[in-house]
């Protein structure tokens, strides 16, 4: 059946470039995962605090090596991508990605996390804020949603520092280790204002 509306972005809009290096401030870059990442990603699925809030876990140094791998495929399809944060040693120090990437929509999912030695110094907010306005201004999205547990005060923080409007609690909604959580559902249009984080 024909579509009424026509996608608000057409396909290769991401997929036909290559995925790009975001510049965050000196010492701090976004950039495309590599294999030999893998001790960092490990490190992270390992992290109790990362393992709280994510639904998955890495059990070898093969799915590491793998995990990182993924993300040229995803790039491609436009389904997803992810950004290693990566310091001035160009070492990785958290992730920062788009996930539920509808280029019919011009929409995605925010997602981040932040390796245990690096927290306390606000890089998620600032690496957010720069896929953010990467994500409005060469990418083309519409809306991005951020969405974290209720229980997550720290997510719920980066969310606030970036400028999500706080948009409702979807009750019940995803399942941790613990059992179901409520989340607090935040949104950014490409016409709000941003914060730098
Ligand atoms: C959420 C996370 C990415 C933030 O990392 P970070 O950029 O280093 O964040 P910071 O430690 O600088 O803290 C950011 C803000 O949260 C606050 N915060 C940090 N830990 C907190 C806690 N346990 N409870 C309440 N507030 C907290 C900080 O005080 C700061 O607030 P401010 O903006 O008012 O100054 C990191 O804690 C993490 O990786 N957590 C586990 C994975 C995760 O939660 N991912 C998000 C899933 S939705």
């Known amino acids: ?3 009424l509306v026509e996608p608000a972005l057409p396909a290769g809009s991401l ?8 510049p965050v401030r000196p010492g701090l870059t976004l950039r ?4 030999d990442d893998a001790p960092s990603v490990r490190a992270a699925f390992d992290c109790p605090s990362i393992q709280r809030w994510h639904v998955r876990r890495l059990d070898s140094d093969d799915e590491a090596r793998a995990w990182a791998a993924q993300w040229a495929d995803r790039w491609r399809d436009e389904t997803a991508a992810s950004w290693a944060i990566v310091d001035h040693d160009d070492r990785p120090v958290g992730q920062v990605g788009l996930r539920g990437v509808l ?10 996390w932040v390796l245990p030695a690096a927290r306390g110094r606000g890089i998620a907010a600032e690496a957010l804020a720069v896929l953010t306005r990467w994500s409005f201004t060469r990418a083309g999205l519409h809306r991005l949603a951020l969405e974290h547990s209720t229980a997550n005060a720290a997510s719920c923080r980066v969310a606030a520092r970036v400028g999500f409007t706080e948009e409702g609690v979807a009750r019940g909604s995803v399942r941790h280790v613990d059992g179901w959580h409520d989340m607090h559902l935040h949104a950014l249009l490409a016409t709000d204002p941003l914060s730098s984080g």
Do not use: D, I, K, T
């Open 32 to 35: 495309a995962w590599r294999e």
């Open 1 to 3: 059946m024909p579509l």
């Open 103 to 112: 280029l019919s929509e011009a929409s995605a999912q925010v997602s981040y």
């Open 15 to 22: 997929g036909a470039h290559e995925q790009p290096h975001l």
